[in-house]
């Protein structure tokens, strides 16, 4: 017999769930025919696998050793927690505790991976956290910490990063339900004098890639809303803003200001690519510049270097 108590990234989630990772070889079927044989029991009482676990409860599996080591899958190594050990961990980070790391992600790396080659900004961060001995291969397999918010490739700023399972959803929620506030800060083209705030409705293309902006809704279009303010006047008819990312659909913020005659320097997909190479710029100046959080923590990423050139 196996007892198994919950722990804090364990908890909060359906049991099933759970019984699925521990027993990886086990089919859904047999986990389900042994929790009515009550061969796996949630506090010592039967369990259909529906219920939420919490801290504390206890697991009870009533196997053989050599059971429950074919369906846990024994001793068997984990090639992609080790790969990860391999990787680069030198991120930027702009606040750590025990639960979450906020990374400032630098332009021309990916959030997080399209293909098995990829090395994002959320391999560099589970690999950061086997490094220092927070994560071990045995609560790999539970759970897999990941970033919460995603930023274009060519997109520098902050990142969220849970460590444990309640962050991610306490992040998540907080992101899905907009109750931090997001900046962005970015360099656009033409001069703008007032503060605005623009609504629309954004359609993606798939297989570009890419979104358009109109006035009005359709089948397939979501509504967007941004809002933005002048910051400073630069020269060559360019304004520093700051932007309030009010609704968070992929591509709004470049498109939307495309959209109304203000593209972002350095947008070869949106924006105005004869003045980028014009001025030889060589990525787009969209900067996640600052989070804060309903409690009134806030966090704040400098802008980095190739805004200097034009402030």
Known sequence: MKELKINENDSNQRFDKFLKRVLSEASTSFIYKMLRK???????????????????????????????????GGEKSDPLYHSLKSIASDINIIHEDNDMIIINKPSGIKSQKDSEDDISINEMAISYMIKKGELSEESFKH????????????????????????CAQKLGKALKERSCIKMYRAIVLGDIKEPQEI??????????????????????????????????????????????????????????????????????????????????????????????FEDGEKYVADLPGGFNVYI
């Open 143 to 166: 759970f897999h910490p990941s970033i919460c918010n995603r930023l274009d490739r060519n997109t520098s700023g902050l990142i969220l990063f849970a460590k444990n399972l309640p």
């Open 38 to 72: 009550k061969n796996i029991t949630l506090n010592d009482k039967k369990a259909d696998g529906s219920e939420k676990l919490n801290t504390g409860d206890v697991v009870k599996i009533w196997f053989s050793d050599e059971t429950f080591e074919k369906m846990s």
């Open 199 to 292: 609504d629309g409705y954004l359609s993606k293309d798939e297989a570009t890639n890419k979104v358009t902006i109109s006035s009005k809704p359709s089948d397939d279009s979501k509504p967007i809303q941004t809002a933005y303010r002048p910051i400073k006047k630069l020269a060559n008819d360019m304004t520093l803003i700051e932007i309030h990312l009010i609704t968070g659909r992929t591509h709004q913020i470049r498109a939307h200001l495309a959209s109304i005659g203000h593209p972002i320097l350095g947008d070869n997909k949106y924006g105005n690519t004869i003045i980028n190479k014009k001025y030889k710029i060589k990525g787009q100046l969209l900067h996640a510049y600052s989070i804060e």
